[in-house]
């Protein structure tokens, strides 16, 4: 079994995540919303902590037990580059709602600290294009993946580069094969990105349904504000109500319950999905079939360890109660499911197809 991955490589992409991305973010989450000087000297702690051990969730949070359960007892008090990169980067998102007072008692008690990037990306969303095929929403939904603030505040000025043409692995045919196989089923989508990752997302649920490809669409969303412009309940309405007449349409879905959206405390979790609860299990079981958004999500899914990226899809997934698809934009190092010459192609370009966002794939 391939080593599990942690961050203390100086100058390694989980390195730059814990020690660049996460100080510019908290300077990004200050500077946002005009929090008062508890906040403000809450979060500055959270900056001074980077270098230093992992600290405690705040007194009396009302999840401790959880965050017990998955591994804080394990890991508080450590350096945070010599945990698994996984545990350590989803803890500090949590530690960062913390910080803002999301959890506590006071005014800022549910104000998504993310919410005026969120909603700049969606006030600049074009109005959705009507009459798309069916595998062109597929692809407007994977190349959506790109838009991922926590991603773009690491890449800075540059911004992202130019996307490439063509998928280093294109299964789409496998996917749809999986969805017509039987009587029209369920289709769990495990969201990522708010915006304009969900948009398309949307719009891709609501062709399935219309065209009675799937009798039902399970939409998996966070609990709470996570990984910066991840999806939650909230951004799902606000998508909604963008998604013009195919919002109209999974509206009505929502009522009569062919359409659900669930926000699952797993879905938070700093742990592979091998180690999903009974619940998530029987949901994903039940699917036809599970689409996997984003990086995090494959992360996830592949259980984060330094494969060799020839290692089969189908081996290092085969835990999933069902038939599970990847649509991701890739932004980490891991990648499994690879054929040699298409590493060795990539390879002879440099590493950064693997962490930049301009490449994607498609596997089932
Ligand atoms: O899941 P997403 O939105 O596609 O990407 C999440 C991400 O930006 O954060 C992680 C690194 O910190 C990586 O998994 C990836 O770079």
Redesign the pocket.
Known sequence: MADVIVSNVPGS??WG?LHE?HPALIARVRDATPYGPGRRGALDALLGEIDGAIGPLAPGAADRGVWEAWGSEKYVGRPWDEVPFLWA?SYFYRRLLDAVGYFGPGPWRGIDPFAPFKAAELDGLAPPVAGLEEQALLHASLWG?RA?L??RISAGEAGLGERVTGLVADDSAGLWAVLDRGAPGRLCVVA??AGPELLPDLLLADQLLAAHRVSEVLLHVKPYPY?V??ATPADVIACLRRAGEAGKRLWQAMADGRFIVRAHPFSCAPLPYQDMPDDLRADFGSATLTIM???????RLVCDRHWAATTPYATVTGYFPGPVAAL??L??EVVVGLDEATVAALDAGGQSWR?AGTHALIQV
């Not at 958004?293 to 992360?299: F, P, S, V």
């Open positions: 992409f989980p995540v991305r980067e993946n991922d926590g991603f990522d990105n990984y412009s991840d958004k984003g990086d995090l999500n494959y992360r991701r934009t932004k980490s962490t």
